[in-house]
């Protein structure tokens, strides 16, 4: 028997969700409205949600504004391990309740949450803007991915409800059927605090599992407003719990519980690797092996050929690198030039970023807003200051004015291949520029790193895009685009190495993270 036991919907097929176009007075009208109307809610205070109750932590923090940070935008609950430890044992109690409810009811509260999201798209947007540091572009990317989400896995699950027929042998009946997993944890990071976050919940729900979603402590609203968007789409109280707290404190104990039956992971490589080894051991009543699915960052590159054409180029390195603030784990953080095309490339390039204004992310028309925080601006100028001795400052350089975490867009050229602004992840607005010998040169380049996201090739020379196809090693590239910007459906994302599971987001297959197959065979007369 199948594990539909109610008649499935019959949905439309699967259409991204249309990006508004800011340049239009209404569109931009719609946000400075919402931002209007979400400004006198901040300061409030949110509590925890465990079985549909709302709980106290210890003490509270804050998140502020990165663009105004004595702006506060919520007030949030410290968790502990105890009510980490209490959240987990809520959602696997209620596992089995919501592991029965028909995948058609499942599947229509995914699209009523879709609907739910859409509804509120642009207060989603004001929220991203004033939290995040989103600009009114990125804010608008971000809300739709979410509603792609919701949409594009809620058709995967119909799919996965209604498998394929196994080879029958005679005499028997057989088939496969595929089960939730149990009890997961879900934990979204900062910069895509809304599309991650409903990406990695809704899967985990479409597909009949519970989850503990533990959000970054720097865009907790944001996930208290989604948590909202669940709860009025019709999504039991039980099905999820919310809780907010330091990672070491409740994400360690989330991860390390008995019963946590997975680990939906987004961040970076230290933090992803310490939830793996953490999942790994198994606990005292632990039954199952834990499962993992992460995804952890990238030193992504894009490779300009002689044969690329130089304007174009130009103009999806800039993009990509500098896009959020370079804050993005596909964003380009490297560019591997031809040297026939070196100098007029950087050129071109100076000028190009010198046009970015940078400045407080509700300001329409801002490329730049601020980085998240206080320790991500140190960290990042750090490495500015690095990447100064390692080759040779082309623009930026420093902090840009403005009370917020303001970063000046920066490109250093002639960098070495080991030198660390080529090789660690600095997820700023910072672009290291090397020079290739030839196109052979240039991929021994993009490959010399632990990571392998994204990466794009601009050339107009067909065999060299076939070599980069079979031998640019990363979980998504791109031919003569920029390499950020993957599209629910359209580019499953994920990456190899330390890039994390290759789990590929928004791809026809992820939604087999969170199910386990079982294969049943009955003798027949």
């Known amino acids: ?86 959240a987990v044992e809520a959602v696997h109690a209620c596992f089995q309740e919501w592991s029965r409810t028909p995948v058609a009811m499942r599947v229509d509260l995914v699209v009523r949450a879709a609907a739910e999201i859409r509804r509120r798209k642009s207060e989603f947007n004001a929220w991203l803007i004033l939290e995040a540091g989103k600009n009114f572009q990125e804010a608008e990317a971000d809300t739709s991915e979410a509603i792609d ?34 009890a997961g944890v879900v934990i979204p990071p900062w910069n895509f605090p809304l599309a991650i976050l409903a990406g990695m919940s809704i899967a985990a729900l479409a597909a009949g599992n519970t ?33 907010t707290g330091s990672g070491g404190t409740v994400g360690d104990a989330l991860v390390e519980h008995p019963k946590t039956r997975f680990v939906s992971f987004t961040g970076s490589r230290d933090v992803g690797l310490r939830i793996n080894e953490l999942a790994a051991k198994p606990r005292k009543g632990q039954i199952w092996i834990k499962r993992v699915v992460a995804e952890m960052g990238g030193k992504d590159a894009i490779l300009v050929d002689s044969d690329a054409d130089l304007d174009q180029a130009v103009a999806g390195v800039v993009a990509s690198a500098y896009g959020y603030q370079g804050q993005k784990c596909s964003a380009c953080s490297r560019a591997i030039v031809d040297e026939k095309l070196y100098d007029a490339f950087l050129e071109k390039l100076k000028a190009r970023v010198a046009e970015l204004k940078v400045g407080p992310s509700d300001q329409f028309g801002v490329d730049l807003g601020p980085v998240i925080n206080e320790g ?12 100064k001795n390692e080759g040779r400052l082309v623009t930026g350089g420093g902090p840009a004015p403005g009370d917020g975490y303001f970063i000046q867009p920066t490109v250093i050229a002639g960098v070495d291949a080991k030198a660390r602004v080529f090789q660690e992840e600095i997820f700023g607005p910072v672009l290291a520029v090397a020079k290739a010998r030839d196109f052979e040169h240039a991929l021994e380049l ?20 076939r070599q980069a196809r079979q031998r640019f090693f990363v979980g998504n590239l791109y031919i003569n685009r920029k390499c950020t910007g993957a599209m629910v459906g359209c580019h499953p994302f994920g990456g190899f190495n330390m890039s994390g599971t290759d789990s590929k987001a928004g791809g026809p297959d992820y939604l087999l993270q969170f199910l386990q197959a079982k294969s049943i065979a009955e003798k027949v007369s």
């Open 376 to 387: 991500a601006c140190r960290s990042i100028l750090r490495y500015i200051e690095v990447g």
């Open 1 to 86: 028997m199948s594990m539909a036991a109610a008649p499935l919907p019959r949905l439309a097929p699967f259409q991204n969700e249309p990006l508004r176009d800011f340049t239009l007075p209404e569109n931009r009208r719609a946000v400075e409205e919402a931002l209007s109307q979400v400004r006198p809610q901040l300061g409030r205070e949110y509590d925890l949600l465990i079985n549909g109750q709302r709980i106290k932590g210890d003490g509270t923090f804050r998140s502020l504004n990165p663009s105004r940070p004595s702006e506060v935008i919520g007030i949030h609950q410290k968790g502990t391990a105890g009510l980490a430890n209490r």
């Open 211 to 243: 989850v503990v979603i533990k959000p970054s402590s720097d865009t907790p609203t944001i996930a208290a407003k989604f948590a909202e968007a669940l709860l009025a789409a019709g999504f039991p109280p039980y099905s999820f719990a919310l809780l």
């Open 149 to 182: 989400f919701c949409e594009y896995y809620g058709r995967q699950m119909l799919k996965f409800a209604m498998p394929d027929p196994l080879v029958q042998l005679p005499g028997e009946r057989g088939e496969l059927v595929y089960l939730p997993l149990g």
């Open 446 to 465: 993009a490959n010399d790193s632990e990571y392998g996201l994204t990466g794009a090739v601009y050339t107009k020379n067909p065999e060299k895009i």
